[in-house]
């Protein structure tokens, strides 16, 4: 197994190394050609033209832009990231905006997994139930909702309702945290899982409803399979059943499913930061799209597509290990 397992990383790095290469060109390119980064500094009446010249060729747009390419990527493999047009180091601001993004990305997977595991089991093994149906009504209803109008809907109604009868603020519908934060570690904590409940209960409404869905519909196999028989026959608990037979077997292209949807979180993550007003990864995104800042976008894209490469890599890996039939080699 630990040959496979190496012989698969080894194939996946040799596929996503090039792709990723290929992406970063692109995305440099369309960027760099997609305005002026000095039309702001132009639009000025008071700013020499030798001034502007010199800003050119202190940011290197006055070389062609593969020329640009190639001096991002040779700074980029040794850790330099380049400076933005405003002039920030883009590995700062990345570090920076990563903590923000990535406090909400990972607790919406891990509630999404937890929260959908739980409604799919519960479905499969109640089906037809009038719980399977209430579940199966809202989980259309969560994949019918665009995010940021459920992330509007969650601003007006739960927010601003909850604490109006609280009396006090509970839930904050601006911002990753209040401004120069200090106190006690607990009230700390509070403030920013205040700050921190509204975008990932927005974000992670679509995946709960996807893998809620297709583990369901995976255990209703499972449970119907010769092998969950033969251990029911051979007196093994319901329970045991449950979750060593049907759940086992069933989790093996569920690990693929959170592969593929962590991609879309990302994406996700864009609209929740724009509409609650925090200061991450989408943020600087929107900012570097804006203007025309292709090291910023191309960071951006960097980690986001190898951290979407890993994920991908340790699915496959899961997936051999959850089902003995399953050879990555």
């Known amino acids: 197994m630990g040959t496979a397992v190496g012989a698969l990383i080894l194939r996946r790095v ?4 090039p792709l990723l290469l290929l992406t970063s060109l692109l995305v440099f390119v369309l960027v760099a050609n997609a305005g002026d980064p000095l039309a702001d500094l132009r639009a000025q009446p008071d700013v020499a033209p030798e001034v502007i010249d010199a800003q050119r060729r202190a940011l290197h747009l006055d070389e062609p ?3 640009r390419y190639g001096r991002w990527l040779a700074s980029a493999v040794q850790g330099d990231l380049g400076t933005s047009i405003a002039g920030r180091d883009v590995a700062g601001l990345l570090w920076q905006r990563m903590q923000v993004t990535l406090r909400m990305i990972v607790l919406a997977v891990a509630l999404a997994i937890g929260l959908g595991l739980a409604f799919g089991v519960v479905g499969a093994v109640r089906h037809y139930s009038r719980l399977d149906h209430s579940l199966t009504f809202l989980s259309y209803v969560a994949l019918s909702l665009p995010v940021f109008w ?3 809907l969650l601003k007006e109604f739960l927010a601003v309702r909850l604490n109006r009868l609280v009396g006090r603020q509970v839930l904050f519908t601006v911002g990753d945290a209040d401004p120069n934060l200090t106190g006690p570690l607990l009230e700390r904590l509070g403030n920013y899982l205040g700050h921190l409940a509204l975008p990932t209960l927005a974000l992670m409404a679509a995946p709960i409803a996807v893998f809620g869905r297709y583990v369901r519909a995976s255990m209703l196999d499972a449970l119907s399979a010769d092998y969950v028989r033969t251990a029911e026959a051979k007196g093994a608990s319901r329970p045991r059943v449950v979750v060593h037979h049907a759940l086992r077997n069933a989790l093996a292209p569920f690990a693929t499913l959170v592969a593929l949807n962590f991609a879309h979180l ?3 993550a864009v609209i929740v930061e724009r509409v609650f007003g925090w200061q991450g990864m989408g943020q600087m995104l929107l900012d570097g799209v804006r203007a025309a800042d292709p090291n ?3 960071a951006w894209l960097l980690v ?3 951290t979407v490469h890993l994920v991908n890599l340790l699915a496959d890996v899961a997936y ?3 089902d003995p039939r399953v050879r990555v080699g």
């Open 304 to 306: 986001t597509a190898t």
């Open 65 to 67: 832009v593969l020329a």
């Open 296 to 298: 910023v976008v191309s």
């Open 320 to 322: 051999g290990w959850l």
């Open 14 to 17: 040799a596929v996503s190394v």
């Open 266 to 268: 990302f994406a996700g």
């Open 150 to 152: 459920l992330a509007g």
